[in-house]
């Protein structure tokens, strides 16, 4: 199975900062990554899938790059709104399975 | 706006089945371009895929759960089901049911359903 990391597991910022998560995978995957955002007592919520396609509502200060086993998800400019907890997952393998990172929180410096 | 919701007991006893169904509201269940499956995490962790289903009933599974869980779909009632056998306390988690498009990602969730494992 693929498995997937993430770093840092928590990372503490501020409001405007700007904060890179990474994503690593246990081997290549092509594009095939997806990030969520979790905040406490919620449903993860699909942010960005592969191809760097954008929710609809999603603020374009979430961008994610990378292909292969590294990916990042970057947010430009932290808002007060985007402290939260980040999962990446991947949907490369055959047969479908689908893993998620451990996730990344991200809190209030 | 679609809509997904968890239903089913909140408490079950170690080594009986867990089982809880998601109603489906504001679309169809029946779509050719949608999965529809099932997460879980439990407290303070993270998210594992459990399986999920297609329209016509084909269904695949997590291989590690893969002996103990069953999903199904009811497209007269919109909505489709998980059942866990053999339950422990490991299985205590939000159980979550979302939408899965073809290329892979869950793009609707349910609020998540509390399922906790205890005598």
């Known amino acids: 199975d693929i498995q997937m990391t993430q770093s840092p597991s928590s990372v503490s910022a501020s409001v405007g900062d700007r904060v890179t998560i990474t994503c690593r995978a246990s081997?290549?995957?092509?594009?095939?990554v997806a990030w969520y955002q979790q905040k406490p007592g919620k449903a993860p919520k699909l942010l960005i899938s592969?191809?760097?396609s954008l929710q609809s509502g999603v603020p374009s200060r979430f961008s994610v790059s990378g292909s292969g086993t590294d990916f990042t998800l970057t947010i430009s400019s932290l808002q007060p709104e985007d402290f939260a907890t980040y999962f990446c997952q991947q949907a490369n393998s055959f047969p479908r399975i689908f893993t998620f990172g451990p996730g990344t929180k991200v809190d209030i410096k | 706006q679609l809509q997904l919701q968890e239903s089913g007991p909140g408490l079950v006893k170690p080594s009986e089945s867990l089982s809880l169904t998601c109603t489906v509201s504001g679309g169809s269940i029946r779509s050719t371009s949608h999965f529809w499956g099932w997460i879980r995490q439990p407290p303070g962790k993270g998210l594992e895929w459990i399986g999920d289903v297609f329209y016509s009933g084909s269904s695949s599974y997590n291989p590690s759960l893969k002996s103990r869980v069953t999903i199904s779909v009811d497209t007269s009632k919109n909505h489709f089901s998980l059942k866990l056998n053999s339950v422990t306390a490991a299985d205590t988690a939000v159980y979550y049911c979302?939408?899965?498009?073809?290329?892979?990602?869950?793009?609707?969730w349910g609020q998540g359903a509390l399922v906790t494992v205890s005598s």
């Open positions: 592969a191809a760097s």
């Open positions: 979302a939408r899965r498009v073809n290329t892979g990602w869950f793009d609707f």
């Open positions: 081997q290549g995957i092509t594009s095939w």
